[in-house]
């Protein structure tokens, strides 16, 4: 079967670093996202790898090993309004994407 | 960027009624549009995917007599929830996929609160 694992629940404070994994089985990669989802809201799209290795965006790099199956996105210099779920979702083979659950990440002052 | 609006926002609907949420992609053509719904503190969840012109193609226990999905063209799908019940209550969320991007992102409509009373 298909599965993404990432943390359920996260908590940080204000201005430091974190760091959200994501494992992955699928049958087949053609890619991995990352979305962001504030409460309420529709999820908003963040990064796209598909090679190895980092991509910066400001304050928000995400990294792929593909051999490993893993992902992580790493958000600096948080400020509150980073506090949200985070979605890693992977397409397939089929070119469908595979969500996570999601990590909730709370933003501490 | 890619732009997908929905509506409506919010809906609350007495039992047994039907609604009905538009999704439109207002400056790409999706050929292929995604209908997800999320209950409270849930991730999502895929209900169904629609093609253009095809029928869609619904989820493992999701009912397609319930949840009637229309792609009738490449900016237009539409959900209705036939016979509401308050178990319908949900956040439903569409999405596209730019039809000529090489890249498989879905962009996100902003929701649809459903409250079946």
């Known amino acids: 079967g298909q599965n993404i694992d990432q943390p359920t629940e996260m908590t940080a404070t204000e201005g430091a670093i974190v760091q959200i994994n994501c494992t992955y089985q699928?049958?087949?990669?053609?890619?991995l996202f990352w979305y962001q989802q504030h409460a309420g809201e529709a999820p908003t799209f963040l990064s796209y790898n598909v090679l190895d290795g980092l991509e910066e965006k400001g304050r928000f790099s995400s990294f792929l090993s593909r051999s490993k199956g893993y992902s992580y996105l790493l958000l600096k210099e948080l400020q509150m309004k980073d506090s949200a779920s985070y979605l890693c979702a992977v397409v397939d083979s089929n070119y469908q994407l595979i969500w996570g659950a999601g990590t909730k990440l709370i933003i501490k002052p | 960027g890619a732009v997908v609006s929905q509506h409506p926002s919010r809906v609350i609907c007495k039992s047994g009624t039907s609604v009905k949420i538009e999704c439109r992609s207002l400056d790409f053509q999706a050929t292929t549009m995604f209908w997800y719904r999320q209950f409270p503190k849930q991730s999502l969840m895929l209900m169904a995917t629609?093609?253009?012109?095809?029928?869609?193609?619904?989820e493992q226990g999701v009912e397609k007599d319930k949840f009637l999905i229309n792609h009738a063209s490449l900016t237009l799908s539409t959900l209705t929830v036939t016979s509401a019940h308050p178990e319908d209550s949900s956040f439903y969320i569409c999405?596209?996929?730019?039809?000529?991007?090489?890249?498989?992102?879905?962009?996100f409509g902003p929701g649809t609160r459903l409250t079946v009373l």
């Open positions: 699928t049958s087949g990669f053609n890619g």
């Open positions: 629609s093609n253009e012109g095809s029928k869609a193609t619904y």
């Open positions: 999405s596209a996929r730019d039809g000529d991007s090489q890249l498989n992102e879905q962009f």
